[in-house]
């Protein structure tokens, strides 16, 4: 990563028993809807392997399981997935939650092995660098027709998110993705079909494909 900005989740108070409710009261984050339409967005089958990349405490997952996949999720906090473990016995052998000290740039995943990489709202933790890193290692992982969804705060450009920034105080300075660069970075990773699927305001899904080699 190109500067100093570090991520601790396991440092956060707000990672708590409430972390789940509180993400369903943002209302600018869209949450249950835009983790509804990860499904069909990626095309999920029933059987699919699904790959969730940040999966924290398990939301993304569901909408998965419910359509009959299996899930792995990675993710680099003990207590994200230590509130996840509950859904892990209610979906017993189909949610795997593994913990993963670089869980986008690394996935401990052998190559062309998922049907499908999905990430929600954990993207803007990687600057472009790392971002188009991490669109090459989920093109590794995946099979060729494969799909990979990444949901999250999104802007248009620069001047967009300074504007939103300004505008809006619970927004904070990350590595959103911008809407003019972020599809660009996917396409040079390999990926063909790159979309945009908007599910709010400030919230949209970049759906891509792995082509069929």
Known sequence: MCDARVWDFDSYPWVD???DGRMRRT???CYDETLRALPSLAGAQPGHVVLDIGAGTGNS?????EQGCRVVGVDPSVRMLKHAQAKVEAWAGRLALVLARD??????VAGKTVDIVACAYAIHHLDDGAKGQAAREAHRVLRPGGAWVAADTMFRDEAHKAEALRARGDLEDEYQPLLTTFPLLVEQAGFV???L?????LV???????GRT
């Open 17 to 19: 028993d409430d972390y």
């Open 27 to 29: 209302a600018r984050l």
């Open 61 to 65: 997952a569901l909408p998965f399981l």
């Open 103 to 108: 869980p986008f740039l690394s996935l401990p």
């Open 193 to 195: 079909d790159v979309r």
């Open 197 to 201: 699927h908007q599910t709010g305001e």
């Open 204 to 210: 949209w899904v970049l759906v891509s494909r792995r």
